[in-house]
């Protein structure tokens, strides 16, 4: 667990743009059933979180289709709440971050920690805007 001083400036770094952010199992289990479209970024405190991650989803949204509905939990430290959002990844592998987009429930896109790390912010969105154009 990391401590929330540490953290609250990279959940406010979504939050601030509009990503609910779920802090129990029954929050992310009420997203999911959300109908329409779903984004959900699993946050991190790595380096390719606060770099690529947290500014590619936010670039992504700059868009003329996007999610109707934008979700965050934090890893290591809303521990259920990020391994109820993960069960609904399989069959890909727990990563942080993460970045899954869902339609009616159903994981339509994934961004997994090796799509992310390294890669600049712009290409994560640009990635996130073609499955948006896709799916939304």
């Known amino acids: ?3 929330a001083e540490l953290v609250q400036p990279m959940r406010e770094h979504l939050s601030a743009v509009g990503f609910e952010e779920l802090h129990t199992v029954e929050a992310v289990e009420a997203a ?3 109908e329409g479209t779903t984004l959900v970024v699993v946050n991190s405190v790595c380096g390719c979180a606060a770099a690529n991650a947290r500014p590619g989803a936010i670039m992504s949204l700059d868009n003329s289709k996007k ?3 934008l979700v ?3 890893a290591g430290v809303d521990r259920q ?3 109820a959002a993960r069960s609904h990844m399989v069959p890909f592998p727990p990563s942080s971050p993460s970045i899954a987009l869902f339609k009616d429930g159903d994981l339509v896109h994934m961004l997994e920690r090796h799509h992310i790390e390294g890669r ?3 290409m994560i969105a640009e990635n996130l805007t073609e499955a948006y154009n896709e799916h939304c």
Request: net charge negative.
């Open 32 to 34: 999911m059933q959300k």
């Open 120 to 122: 600049p912010a712009e």
């Open 1 to 3: 667990m990391y401590p």
């Open 72 to 74: 965050t939990v934090f």
């Open 67 to 69: 999610p109707e509905n």
């Open 81 to 83: 709440a990020t391994d």
